[in-house]
């Protein structure tokens, strides 16, 4: 023999292959017989182990107030704070004096997800979405303007609460 | 003659038929049940339960691109998926699946060809099978093909003796090679199975290995060697391979049921083989043969998706040190005792024959359960006196 190799001495429970057979096609039997774990996605969004976080950050909304326009004071927090730089703001005014967007667009593809906007904004306009179904047909309707924004209807992110970390 | 010709035709059209269909299902069969057993849903899309999934697969495979290696030998490169695919067809041609079928101009037996060689005819067509391998991974010029084939033609040889000398238990009992003759010597009165339970077991191991199942996929053994023999083939040939394993697959089941489990027999009834033949008796014996076929294909799989694959050494250890010298030790135990009991007592077989020989079995099965048990299947990769 060119190798010599040191075989163990063992318990015949631990090396009879036929009693491993056996026990191992009664596991793969009783397997057989079990509630499955798949979820049928498009059917079953959750189930009852496992929904989406209501801390999700996924693709923006803006919310709107009882006249039906944004929240939003165009005060340039959210691009200022912005990371990736994906918010694109023009500020405008009206004759009152009300500061409004003229343009408000969120390239989410630049987009990091990483929910600042929402954080930083003080009127609480605008909100990372519980929301991850996005596909489009071109890349240029990535490019989220005001009124796509305005016009989501997903459930908006509660974030991360300094005051309950566990999310309780 | 005419008879005779038209109804060989139409048994060859609607037995290939329905083991490729059977074969497609038998696809999905395989991948549901995997499936299942790893706690998944497994492909139910294409239609109802994805019934439909085969003919999706088989459709994807005839549009897919035809790829040939260049340094490959052409002529061989293209003949072994046939040379794989036909002999696995064949094989099924002597297998009666159902009682006889009385119609308007005669009574039609239910087997495409009742040859009087049988299993004979059987053992060796489906040792052909292993050309297509050999040549699939000798002509694909690649590495890892050619050793796929060169496990696959070892490992046929070893187990085709195993599996051969396990049938000339039933040819000892039945003193007959037809395959109709054996089944209704088991109509008489038991099941080969109880008889001849060590003769079934060994069979049922080594046609595990003939059809390159886990846990004796050596040839394909996609870990170490990708997938083998048909690492170069795409698209049709490939399906083609593919086909062949099921259906050499569904044939060994087949044998298996006619040979150890009554072919057609409906069990606990004589209505089945007695009295006038008639088209409920020809629908109900193919669906118990159905069924019976049907317990080895799931056993199959289930075996399939439960042990992992044996070491190269192990597996030729098994064939050569267990299964070989422990076939010819029962052949020559059980022809002493059909000899002791057909001479020396002078019975035919029948139920106290079958229970007798049975009786024996059980006694061999007990003795080698415990004798296998002591860590002989399955050792280090030195022989135990050696290391």
Same mark, same amino acid.
């Given at each position: 023999m060119p190798i010599g190799v040191k075989v163990m001495k063992r318990p015949i429970k631990q090396t009879s292959y036929l009693r491993a057979t056996?026990?191992?096609m009664a !596991?793969?039997?009783?397997?057989? !017989?079990?509630? $499955?774990?798949?979820?049928?996605?498009?059917?079953? $969004?959750?189930?009852?182990d496992w929904t989406l976080s209501s801390r999700w950050r996924g693709t923006h909304r803006m919310l709107t107030d009882e006249q039906g326009r944004a929240k939003c004071v165009a005060c340039g927090l959210c691009p200022q704070i912005c990371p990736a730089n994906c918010i694109k703001l023009v500020p405008g005014e009206d004759e009152e004096g009300n500061r409004y967007p003229l343009i408000y667009e969120i390239d989410e593809f630049r987009c990091i997800f990483c929910g600042y906007c929402q954080e930083v904004c003080p009127e609480e306009a605008i909100h990372v979405g519980v929301h991850y179904e996005n596909s489009e047909y071109s890349r240029d309707r990535f490019v989220y303007d005001l009124e796509r924004l305005t016009a989501q209807t997903h459930p908006v992110s509660t974030l991360w609460d300094p005051s309950d970390p566990k999310g309780e | 003659m005419t008879f005779f010709l038209v109804s060989s035709a139409i048994k060859v059209f609607v037995v290939f038929n329905l083991i490729m269909v059977g074969v497609a299902l038998l696809t999905l069969l395989e991948r549901r049940v995997c499936a299942w057993m790893q706690d998944r849903l497994g492909p139910n899309?294409?239609? *109802?339960?994805?019934?439909?999934? *085969?003919a999706a697969d088989g459709l994807k495979n005839f549009l897919k691109e035809e790829t040939s290696p260049a340094m490959a030998d052409k002529t061989l490169f293209t003949l072994a998926p046939i040379v794989s695919f036909v002999p696995a067809l064949l094989t099924f041609g002597v297998i009666p699946f159902a009682a006889p079928l009385p119609t308007r101009?005669?009574?039609v037996p239910m087997v495409v060809a009742d040859l009087p060689v049988g299993f004979l005819y059987i053992l060796a067509i489906s040792s052909l099978g292993v050309y297509g391998i050999v040549l699939a991974g000798w002509s694909s010029n690649n590495k890892y093909a050619l050793l796929g084939g060169l496990r696959a033609s070892a490992q046929m040889i070893s187990y085709e003796i195993a599996l051969g000398m396990s049938t000339v238990a039933v040819i000892l009992l039945?003193?007959?090679v037809t395959l109709?003759?054996?089944?209704a010597q088991q109509q008489q009165a038991l099941w080969f199975v109880i008889p001849l339970t060590v003769a079934f077991l060994i069979f049922f191991i080594s046609a595990l290995a003939e059809t390159n199942r886990l846990p004796f996929d050596l040839p394909e053994a996609e870990g170490e060697l990708i997938a083998?023999?048909? &690492?170069?083939?795409?698209?049709?040939?490939?399906?083609? #391979?593919?086909i062949a394993e099921y259906s050499n697959m569904v044939t060994a089941s087949a044998l298996m049921a006619t040979l150890f489990f009554g072919g057609w027999d409906i069990p606990f009834t004589s209505w089945d083989s007695t009295g006038d033949p008639s088209l409920v008796k020809t629908l109900a014996t193919l669906?118990? @043969?159905?069924?019976? &076929? #049907?317990? @080895?294909? #799931? &056993?199959?799989?289930?075996? =399939?998706? &439960?042990? *992992? =694959?044996?070491?190269?050494?192990?597996?030729?250890?098994l064939g050569w040190k267990v299964l070989l010298p422990l076939v010819l030790l029962y052949i020559t135990l059980l022809a002493v005792a059909i000899w002791f009991v057909r001479i020396r007592l002078g019975w035919d077989y029948g139920p106290g024959m079958a229970w007798v020989l049975g009786g024996l079995n059980l006694v061999l099965l007990i003795v080698l359960a415990w004798w296998l048990d002591r860590g002989r299947i399955v050792s280090g990769s030195v022989p135990q006196e050696a290391a």
């Open positions: 056996l026990k191992g !596991l793969t039997f009783s397997h057989l !017989l079990r509630p $499955k774990v798949t979820m049928q996605y498009p059917e079953e $969004k959750s189930s009852k | 899309r294409v239609g *109802p339960q994805g019934i439909l999934q *085969p101009w005669g009574v039945a003193g007959n109709s003759q054996v089944i083998g023999y048909h &690492t170069e083939y795409s698209s049709m040939k490939f399906s083609m #391979f593919y669906a118990v @043969f159905g069924l019976k &076929t #049907f317990v @080895f294909l #799931f &056993t199959y799989i289930w075996v =399939r998706w &439960t042990l *992992p =694959r044996f070491r190269y050494d192990q597996l030729m250890a």
